[in-house]
Structures are given as C-alpha cells and as structure tokens.
C-alpha cells in the first residue's frame, strides 16, 4: 500500500515540504547542477524536485500505480504517467539522469524496481536516490510521508545498489531539522540544516546516494 497522490501533494503545499524541498533540491543541484542537456526522469513522486531542473533536455515523472498522479505540466504537455515500479514505458537506456524519492520506501520487491531503473539508464547514466533514513528522527514520526515504508541505512543502500549493478559515488544527507511544522523551528531549520550536516551527519532524516550503472 502506497501514500496516497493527494497526501504526498498536501505535504510539498505546506511548510514542512517547503523547507523539505528546498533542503533536498540543494543537494540535488549540487550534483546535477540545473540539467542542461540531460534528459531526466523521476519516480516515486519527484515532481517537486524535477522542477530544479529547468534547463533539462526532457523531463518526466513516473508516478507508482498504487499511489496515483497529478498532472504535471511542462514545456511539452503532461509530463507524468502511471507506472508498474518494474515496468516502464520508456526504452532502452533511454535517460541521462534517474532520480527517485518517495519511490523505493513502499516498492514491493525493491530489486526488480532497481533492475527496471538500470535498463533505462544511459550507459554513462547516473541515479540518485533520497531514502528516508533508519537512524533519523524523519522516518520515526509519522507526521511525513518520510515515515512510510522501509527506511533504510547506508550500508543496506549500498548492498542494494551493487546488487543491481549500480556503483555508488557520492553519499550525503538532508533534513536535519525536527519534523514539526512550528514556526519557530521553522525560521531555525537552515541553522540546522548547517550543523547536522557538519556535526551530525550519521542523523540526516535523509540520505541521497548518487550511483553510475554499471556495466561490467
């Protein structure tokens, strides 16, 4: 059973998922930097998030049949779709970029969800994934879609990585800020995000793993 569309939509509307999404888009800008050229696809509920890449060749979101999908708007028409989470409708290593949030937490068999993103990658193709973290204070309360589903830890990542062919290459973390939408915590959260990032890594209430496919 997966969170439902109209939630997960409720969620990014409010405070917390505004200051969640901008916490998680500067990590993934970071890395990708605004998309130029790169066609890039999201799953899970990643349409918050594809709108950082505003330069991008082609986007779009691949929405779980369980969970439901909004209409995404982009420059070509609707941009998102219901998907099976190991079967796609796209081609053959047909994406520079994969990027899943909200995507891999509730996934019934998360191996064969992570086969299916390797196929479409590029061969030179990179994925991140923003997985609620198990030791972090996000996937504890449920208070977020955060705390659906399995959260995992870096070293349970990684083994599901590399067994789907995937090298991971670059680890950080995110919302470090409590879960609770006061503003008071709120207008804090950036000082948070600040220290947990350099003080408390091993608690961020996400990691994002960036991997290459691996062809070997």
């Known amino acids: 059973m997966r969170t439902d569309i109209l939630d997960l939509h409720d969620f990014y509307h409010?405070?917390?998922?505004?200051?969640?999404?901008r916490f998680i888009a500067a990590r993934l800008t970071e890395a990708w930097g605004d998309g130029s050229r790169l066609r890039i696809a999201g799953?899970?509920?990643?349409?918050?998030?594809?709108?950082?890449?505003?330069?991008?060749?082609?986007t779009i979101a691949l929405a779980p049949q369980g969970q439901g999908v909004i209409r995404w708007q982009t420059a070509g028409g609707n941009g998102?779709?219901?998907?099976?989470?190991?079967?796609?409708?796209?081609?053959?290593?047909?994406?520079?970029?994969?990027l899943i949030v909200h995507g891999l937490e509730e996934a019934s068999d998360p191996r064969r969800l992570m086969r299916e993103a390797w196929r479409v990658l590029a061969p030179d193709g990179r994925i991140i994934i923003v997985i609620a973290h198990r030791r972090g204070v996000w996937s504890l309360l449920e208070t977020t879609p955060f705390a659906a589903g399995r959260p995992y830890l870096k070293g349970?990542?990684?083994?599901?990585?590399?067994?789907?062919m995937f090298r991971p290459t670059a680890w950080s973390g995110a919302?470090?800020?409590?879960?609770?939408?006061?503003?008071?915590?709120?207008?804090?959260?950036?000082?948070?995000e600040r220290a947990g990032a350099e003080f408390w890594p091993g608690l961020a209430g996400v990691l994002l793993v960036e991997a290459a496919k691996d062809m070997a």
């Not at 799953?43 to 082609?58: I, V, W």
């Not at 998102?80 to 994969?98: E, G, H, I, Q």
Request: glycine content about 8%; proline content about 10%.
């Open 80 to 98: 998102a779709t219901l998907v099976c989470d190991d079967r796609w409708p796209l081609p053959d290593s047909s994406f520079d970029r994969l």
């Open 43 to 58: 799953f899970g509920y990643a349409d918050p998030y594809l709108a950082s890449f505003g330069a991008a060749e082609r």
């Open 156 to 164: 349970q990542m990684q083994r599901l990585l590399e067994g789907a």
């Open 14 to 21: 409010g405070p917390l998922g505004v200051f969640s999404q």
């Open 175 to 192: 919302l470090y800020f409590p879960p609770v939408g006061w503003s008071l915590l709120l207008r804090a959260a950036p000082a948070w």
